[in-house]
Nanobody, 121 residues
Framework: QVRLVESGGGLVQPGGSLRLSCAAS????????MGWYRQAPGKQRDLVAT???????TYADSVKGRFTISIDSAKNTVYLQMNSLKPEDTAVYYC???????????????WGQGTQVTVSS
């Protein structure tokens, strides 16, 4: 099994910045894709950004130009740098990993516990 451990959430003023971290630990063969999703109260969970092990990234339109996803392969850790934060960015942010286990050709989807990001003056 794989565990995703998140950190970095908190309270920030509009226009401020936060950096989220998510470290993957446990036994696995390789990481295919990692990403961040968010869910506001009463809303569905939406994709924020993803990154493949090869460095290909995708972003939701709402965060393009403000958020940057990156990965440290040596540490199996993905980061989300969030700049120019807006109140509408307030949500629980979840780390996601599409990870291949040992001995299978299949990818398993793992999730972190979520971390609260609140943008308010």
């Amino acid at each position: 099994q794989v565990r995703l451990v998140e950190s970095g959430g908190g309270l920030v003023q509009p226009g401020g910045s936060l950096r989220l971290s998510c470290a993957a630990s446990g036994s696995f063969f390789s990481i295919n894709t990692m990403g961040w999703y968010r869910q506001a109260p009463g809303k569905q969970r939406d994709l924020v950004a993803t990154i493949t092990s090869g460095g290909t990234t995708t972003y939701a339109d709402s965060v393009k130009g403000r958020f940057t996803i990156s990965i440290d392969s040596a540490k199996n850790t993905v980061y989300l740098q969030m700049n120019s934060l807006k109140p509408e960015d307030t949500a629980v942010y979840y780390c996601n990993g599409d990870i291949m286990d040992y001995g299978t050709p299949f990818i398993t989807d793992y999730w972190g516990q979520g971390t609260q990001v609140t943008v308010s003056s």
